[in-house]
């Protein structure tokens, strides 16, 4: 791939445009220049019944968000009458958000329609290639984004779509600068398969580790389903130290480095990993009764975050827990934290915390329901032996997803490299 890269040499001429230097030969034009924009439309009302059934895809922002390059596939079908409400898009098609979630592009690889959340870029001129319309649009995601009109959902509207402004080198150029950042999105598809492919290997191991253990050939069956006899099913509260503690209701201050970080729930993410981002801190003489200790695990109690688990590591600083966090210490000698983590990402956890919220009024669990949590609870050794398997597979995870945004990293900077001609093909 880098073969096909040679950067500008000194010679090389510029010239100066109200989007910045582009090379003395590419035209400065607008995407209205190029392309009539046209805007989607829905059959109302939406959720009428009989605007769906088997005929084209019904292009949702969900479907485009799970796409990378090409959507292939919807949740939802329309029926001839939804379609014939709607404006109709076909495989080859290049289309755009444009409400809500603005400026995300995708090339359409299905007999689909939109709504007016999106706009087509319908009867291209042959100046310009769709796939170098495609890069071009995504590294214009955020700046679009910022151009979205206030209102009950922040929108484009097409006149501004229009008049968006882009350097557009000859059609030979602009496909090898599509081939290039194709090849690069290729890679990322290929580890982002990886990727799935091993949480799937790692959804079905901690059902089998998790339910039939190591080399076990005896099971009895108990409060937490079927488990080896040598195993026993405890609830949570028995196999800790003390009794659940919540956190504090505090207001946090901005983070500083020689006070203790303030844990929210907003601060965890679904793999129970603490986000860099936004970081907040709680004063000293606040933090005492809250501070984090090692083999401490939070539960979220409450929201749409409710069931999130924390596992402390001392990596993280010193934290400190806030409120709607319940904290629980696992007795050492019973339960390992390192396995009460892994057991907090299994589908048997997570099917406990939907019954528990179809039982209440309010999504929320207190810590008397959590501490109510059944276990499957092997001896120590086999604890140990279970968690370090489990986490094995999070180690490969992490590394794919390392070398991912390490290709998403490389494929930003070839874009705004190629695409403003700082670097030529």
């Not at 445009?17 to 090379?23: H, K, L, M, R, S």
């Not at 679009?144 to 509207?157: I, R, T, V």
Request: aromatic share 8%; glycine share 8%.
């Amino acid at each position: 791939m880098t073969n096909q890269i040679t950067t500008l040499d000194m010679g090389k001429k510029f010239k100066k445009t109200p989007a910045g230097e582009i090379p003395v030969e590419w035209e400065m034009l607008t995407l209205g220049d190029l392309a009539e924009i046209r805007r989607g439309a829905s059959p109302r009302p939406i959720g009428d019944p009989k605007f769906f059934g088997e005929g084209r895809g019904w292009v949702r922002i969900i479907d485009v968000t799970r796409s990378s390059k090409y959507l292939r596939v919807t949740e939802q079908r329309l029926s001839p009458l939804g379609e014939s409400n709607s404006v109709q898009v076909d495989p080859g098609d290049v289309i755009m958000s444009i409400c809500a979630t603005i400026g995300k592009p995708v090339i359409v690889d299905m007999k689909a329609c939109i709504h007016d959340g999106f706009v087509l870029f319908e009867k291209l001129s042959s100046q310009i290639s769709k796939d170098f319309l495609f890069y071009f649009l995504q590294s214009k995601e955020n700046y679009l984004a910022g151009k979205g009109q206030p209102g009950a959902q922040k929108n484009l509207n097409t006149s501004i779509v229009a008049q968006t402004e882009i350097a557009l080198p000859s059609i030979s150029e602009q496909k090898k600068i599509a081939e290039i950042l194709t090849a690069v999105d290729k890679s990322i598809e290929k580890t982002r398969a990886v990727i799935e492919k091993t949480k799937e290997l790692k959804k079905a191991l901690m059902q089998t580790l998790l339910t039939r253990g190591i080399g076990h050939k005896k099971f009895k069956k108990t409060p937490v389903g079927e488990i080896p006899v040598e195993w026993e099913a405890r609830t949570l509260g028995e196999l800790c130290l003390v009794a659940p503690e919540y956190g504090a209701n505090i207001s946090a201050i901005e983070f500083r480095a020689d006070c203790p970080r303030y844990v929210r729930i907003t601060d965890i993410n679904e793999e129970g990993i603490l986000s860099s981002a936004d970081k907040k801190s709680i004063k000293p003489k606040d933090a005492q009764p809250y501070l984090l200790g090692e083999g401490d695990i939070l539960f979220a109690r409450s929201g749409a975050t409710v069931g999130k688990t924390y596992l402390y590591q001392k990596s993280d600083g010193v934290c400190a827990f806030a409120g709607y966090t319940i904290r629980f210490k696992p007795n050492p000698q019973r339960l390992l934290p390192e396995f009460l983590s892994q057991f907090t990402h299994s589908q048997i956890y997570y099917q406990w915390v939907k019954g528990m919220l179809r039982a209440g009024a309010q999504p929320n669990i207190n810590g008397s329901e959590y501490a109510g949590l059944f276990l499957p609870t092997p001896p120590l050794y086999e604890q140990k032996k279970i968690a370090e398997i489990l986490t094995a597979v999070d180690e490969e995870i992490e590394k794919e997803e390392n070398a991912r945004k390490i290709m998403e990293g490389l494929k930003k900077g070839l874009m705004q490299a190629l695409l403003t001609g700082k670097v030529r093909v």
